[in-house]
């Protein structure tokens, strides 16, 4: 099945700087991957996402990245704010099951 | 448009217990998965049901079951609990099972379990 690895486990920003997010997935049938941030005490909630056949998306302060031959995407937040303080999941889709990496926690420090 | 709910949002029981916790998807969604989360393993599946049928099931034993009624509201339970089992089950919706079609995941707050 897919196993998806993600970096780091922790980061710790400036507010105003940029955080970068790793994930690695093991099946190349693996077509979608959503990125979801959870705060302190609620819910996932999706923030962005992309399919394979998307190599960048973009949406404000927030663009993702995947390399398909490499099987690995990024997620980039520049011009962080102390809001962007979360954790932060990577997801794989294959073959309908969705499987997440175990997730960055995300400190901005003012 | 009412989101995810889940209930009850906390539960304490104690080992060899078993517990069914309920999930009502955002309206018009037909597709629920079950997801749990613990600070060890981070979101691991459960399973993923789809018009009243289980379409996935992830890694878990046979103690963890769910099902999914035909007004897309959906339960899962878990049987002989042991201390492991103490986590936040999450539900998620979606309008097409299988994140396909531009269908992502919705998730509720969850259900906060605790085993003594």
């Known amino acids: 099945g897919e196993n998806v690895e993600q970096h780091p486990s922790t980061l710790s920003v400036q507010e105003g700087d940029s955080a970068v997010i790793k994930c690695t997935y093991s099946?190349?049938?693996?077509?979608?991957f959503p990125w979801y941030k959870q705060e302190l005490g609620k819910r996932p909630q999706l923030i962005i996402d992309?399919?394979?056949?998307?190599g960048e998306k973009k949406d404000q302060r927030i663009a993702v990245t995947l390399n398909k031959t490499a099987k690995h995407f990024s997620l980039h937040i520049t011009e962080t704010q102390p809001e962007d303080s979360a954790v932060y999941f990577c997801?794989?889709?294959?073959?309908?099951?969705?499987?997440f990496g175990a997730g960055t926690q995300v400190v901005v420090t003012p | 448009k009412a989101g995810v709910t889940q209930t009850p949002r906390y539960l304490i029981k104690t080992r060899g217990q078993q517990v069914t916790l309920s999930c009502s998807p955002i309206?018009?969604?037909?597709?629920v998965s079950w997801y749990q989360q613990t600070p060890g393993q981070g979101l691991q599946f459960l399973f993923e049901?789809?018009?009243?049928?289980?379409?996935n099931k992830g890694n878990f034993p046979g103690r963890f079951s769910g099902r999914q009624f035909s007004n897309s509201r959906s339960e899962m339970n878990v049987s002989t609990l042991e201390l492991g089992d103490s986590a936040l089950y999450l539900c998620?919706?979606?309008?097409?099972?299988?994140?396909?079609?531009?269908?992502?995941?919705?998730f509720g707050n969850g259900t906060r379990l605790t085993v003594t």
């Open positions: 998620a919706s979606s309008f097409y099972p299988g994140t396909a079609n531009n269908s992502p995941l919705h």
């Open positions: 099946d190349s049938a693996s077509n979608y």
């Open positions: 992309i399919r394979s056949n998307v």
């Open positions: 997801a794989a889709s294959s073959w309908g099951k969705l499987q």
């Open positions: 309206s018009g969604h037909r597709s």
């Open positions: 049901y789809f018009s009243e049928t289980q379409r």
